[in-house]
């Protein structure tokens, strides 16, 4: 079975360009979660869908981070325009539904390292 | 104040002998779960061993083993017999809250294990 897969693995851009982020979760996974790792900094989670839904997007910096799961299958991650800051390793998570259990395991995808210049 | 706290930034271990690496946790959920991650160096995020703050017993996997003290909240990860394929950075995190779905991960800053023959 894949695990989940992110695109690109790397990302080198400008500050005021826009990049965007794709994570393909395991098959069947209908939660599907982003969490970043600012250098130095503990990995902080972004948001949460499940399937096409967003439910929780309170780690979302700020308006220039959208996130979208059209069809509920992959997820993208664009950030328009990109800052300095916006710097780090943006991680892709998939876990099972939680229907009838409590603690689900997340399966993180390999990151995506981008760089803003 | 921090939710999870791993205080080695570094450990240093020799093949084949056993290796602690130390997670506290503050939470006042009285249901919650607890997470270890490991990160190689080729970046991919690996679920390493869960337990729950109601389990009776402590949770191990393999060489992998939990060593969960409730009342001193700590959640260290037990590493039998290191291998060199060991070296990498741990991550503790942890969920809190019940029977919700998809509730965040949170994370520490993460310990580097180095094994050395």
């Known amino acids: 079975e894949a695990g989940v897969t992110q695109f690109p693995s790397h990302s080198v851009i400008e500050k005021g360009q826009t990049v965007t982020l794709r994570c393909d979760p395991i098959s069947g996974h209908d939660n599907l979660y982003w969490y970043r790792r600012v250098m130095g900094k503990e990995i902080k989670f972004l948001l949460h869908f499940v399937k096409e839904s967003k439910q929780d997007e309170s780690g979302m910096p700020n308006n220039r981070f959208l996130a979208e799961r059209t069809g509920g299958t992959y997820s993208t991650l664009k950030v328009q325009p990109a800052e300095l800051e916006d710097s780090g390793v943006y991680f892709c998570?998939?876990?099972?539904?939680?229907?009838?259990?409590?603690?689900?395991?997340?399966?993180f995808g390999p990151g995506t390292r981008l760089l803003v210049l | 104040a921090q939710k999870i706290t791993q205080t080695q930034p570094g450990m240093f271990v020799q093949e084949k002998e056993a290796v602690t690496l130390d997670c506290t946790y503050d939470t006042s959920d009285p249901s919650y779960g607890l997470f270890w991650y490991k990160q190689p160096s080729s970046g991919e995020m690996i679920f390493l061993i869960y337990q729950g703050s109601y389990d009776q017993q402590n949770a191990t996997e393999g060489r992998y083993s939990l060593n969960f003290q409730k009342a001193r909240k700590s959640a260290n990860l037990v590493i039998s017999a290191s291998q060199l394929g060991d070296s990498a950075m741990y991550f503790c995190?942890?969920?809190?809250?019940?029977?919700?779905?998809?509730?965040?991960?949170?994370f520490g800053k993460g310990t580097t294990l180095s094994v050395s023959s």
């Open positions: 995190a942890m969920r809190e809250g019940g029977n919700q779905a998809g509730t965040a991960l949170i």
């Open positions: 998570a998939s876990s099972q539904d939680l229907r009838g259990g409590r603690w689900e395991t997340q399966y």
